[in-house]
């Protein structure tokens, strides 16, 4: 990969340099995105950059790409990498800030693009599935970031390494009234007696795009999927759990902590909602080709 | 202002470039401290490389300078822009992230030191106080992050420009179990009869520099000061009301959204405490002179 954009210039990714100024940089000021791309299309941009437009107004950074310019951009970072399967990120914040010397471009915001090939590994996870734990720091669901992808991320880094450091794969995140809210980097999953269930986005669930995706078009496939706030006793009894996010699809959750998630193994229901997945994903392919 | 510190390369702040990969920039993954600086002298500078350290062992970033060559490089930074009032920001990120196309670098800190002319509207301020609003955002005193100066501070800026907007200087914070934790750029006091309480670091409180020496001193001047867990009962019955940092050292806080706190005027025991804190300052200066 060598070619990146940045600010509507497109550069070999050791000239992308940003003023140290930046708020992004000093104060997590910003918002981004992972997109995922097969077959060299971005997949679900319209919901990721409209979700992207609603985080920036809620951090009041001022954009001034419009959706298909910026599509364009995403594009042309797709092709001139020549990728297929990759993750795109799109990362937007205030640009450099008064109150520290600023190197010029005050009030533009930064507009950062950058796209890898897509982790290989993830297929053959999906076959085992990943060990999850319950993660010491809570999701405080009633802050206004817990709703968007802010470049203010250390608290969902800090549950990841956490469980890295355990010998697992994800973190899960209560909220801080002790109800499940999501996993570090992914949306969570419920399964009992066939019903799924995934909390709510008042509950610190961020608005996840194959969360969404799922939610709206499940039922067509015969799956019952509704929201609702999930307790520990919830997770507990569950037959089967998954975490879905862009790069993952849908992964199944074997174990949490040392408890074995049913029989350990990645369940009918869960494959069924990685059916649904892959089937919206060929949709959104099949609607390039039109 | 005109000479920055990047990496221990001193430049002109146009030329202090980070890749656009930073960790910091990408994730907020990474601290910063703000010293003040008066007689061209870093005050208090050992407490804020301690606390630095702290957040970056937290983070777990491995860091390349010690205190010593920190210091020299602050001083350098100070020294260069002629600078005698002063704001200096230290800020510390993981440095360029793999996952995403890396501009060499890899698994090297970034260190960034910049500083500005103290804000010269502090002293008026101080005579009149200032007026603060209760934040709908609440500090989540339980997370990681609530103890220590991370680049993931959006929330904080989300406070303080609510405040803004809404016609106050400043927004008072409780923690997600409803009682006061702190400013979103200062920690608070509270005083009612004579006594001074602030919340706890357990409860939410960034532990700041300036109300860590008050609790250490206070005393010594006869003022009772200790750390107590408040509630809003606690805010509308005080009689005083004041918040603390680095830069404001104690600054009055004479209404409480439309309430005024006792008659609105910055009152007696605000003033001592004040006076504490200069004190202070002029110890710290005087140790540089032997």
Redesign the interface.
């Known amino acids: 990969?060598?070619i990146?954009c940045?600010n509507g210039e497109f550069l070999a990714?050791?000239?992308?340099?940003?003023?140290?100024?930046?708020a992004?940089?000093?104060?997590?000021?910003g918002a981004?995105e992972t997109i995922r791309v097969e077959e060299g299309q971005l997949l679900f941009h319209r919901e990721h950059f409209a979700r992207l437009d609603r985080a920036l107004r809620?951090?009041?950074i001022p954009t001034h790409h419009g959706p298909e310019e910026l599509l364009a951009m995403c594009q042309q970072v797709i092709d001139a990498n020549e990728l297929n399967l990759a993750r795109l990120?799109v990362?937007v914040?205030r640009g450099p800030v008064r109150?520290?010397?600023?190197?010029?471009g005050e009030g533009e915001a930064t507009l950062?693009i950058?796209a890898?090939p897509m982790d290989p590994g993830i297929r053959a996870r999906r076959e085992q599935g990943i060990r999850a734990v319950l993660s010491n720091?809570?999701r405080?669901h009633?802050?206004?970031?817990a709703s968007i992808k802010?470049?203010?991320?250390?608290?969902s880094?800090?549950a990841r390494?956490e469980a890295v450091r355990l010998g697992f794969d994800e973190a899960l995140l209560l909220n801080?009234d002790g109800r499940l809210a999501e996993a570090a980097m992914a949306n969570v999953f419920v399964v009992r007696e066939g019903i799924v269930q995934t909390p709510p986005v008042r509950e610190g669930a961020l608005p996840g795009i194959i969360r969404g995706a799922l939610l709206r078009h499940a039922g067509d496939c015969g799956l019952r999927l509704e929201e609702a706030p999930l307790h520990l006793s919830d997770l507990v009894a569950a037959d089967e759990v998954a975490v879905t996010n862009t790069m993952l699809l849908v992964m199944p959750v074997v174990a949490v902590g040392e408890r074995l998630v049913g029989d350990g193994r990645p369940g009918p229901v869960t494959r069924g909602l990685l059916g649904v997945a892959e089937e919206l994903v060929a949709a959104q392919l099949s609607a390039y080709e039109d």
Chains 1, 2 share one sequence.
């Open positions: 990969v060598s990146v940045l990714p050791e000239s992308a340099r940003i003023a140290a100024t930046d992004g940089f000093l104060l997590g000021d981004f809620v951090l009041e990120r990362t914040s109150g520290l010397p600023a190197a010029g950062f950058a890898t720091i809570a405080n009633r802050s206004p970031l802010s470049l203010s991320y250390a608290e880094l800090l390494r801080t």
